[in-house]
């Protein structure tokens, strides 16, 4: 496995810009109630890749759920949850089509 293989993995300072620029957009509370449980939450993405062998929805999947489950953010868990699983697929979904020769073709 080469550098280029491994997704770039969402942060906690990531999921919190996300969090707040939701808020700016749709109105709400700013913050973690338990920024413990976030960070647990954004952790989980590293475990499905690194011990369950996950590829990148499997990791989306695990962030959208572990963050809605958590409940750690003040307002907005499921949107901040749904937001940051697709913000963690943009880049790793370009970089992977833009590998594959294939995906040029129709």
């Given at each position: 496995m080469s550098a280029d293989d491994v997704p770039l993995f969402l942060t906690?300072?990531?999921?919190?810009?996300?969090?707040?620029?939701?808020?700016?957009?749709h109105?709400?509370?700013d913050g973690a109630r338990d920024p413990g449980?976030?960070?647990?939450?954004?952790?989980?993405g590293l475990?499905?890749?690194?011990?369950?062998?996950g590829d990148v929805l499997d990791i989306a999947a695990t962030y959208a759920f572990h963050l809605a489950e958590?409940?750690?953010i003040l307002d907005g868990n499921?949107?901040?949850a749904i937001a940051s699983a697709l913000f963690f697929?943009?880049?790793?979904?370009?970089?992977?089509s833009?590998?594959?020769?294939?995906?040029t073709t129709p």
């Open positions: 906690l300072e990531l999921v919190m810009m996300v969090h707040h620029d939701s808020l700016v957009e109105g709400g509370v449980a976030v960070e647990a939450a954004v952790a989980a475990n499905t890749w690194f011990y369950q062998g958590a409940q750690a499921k949107r901040t697929c943009r880049p790793t979904v370009f970089r992977e833009q590998a594959s020769p294939s995906s």
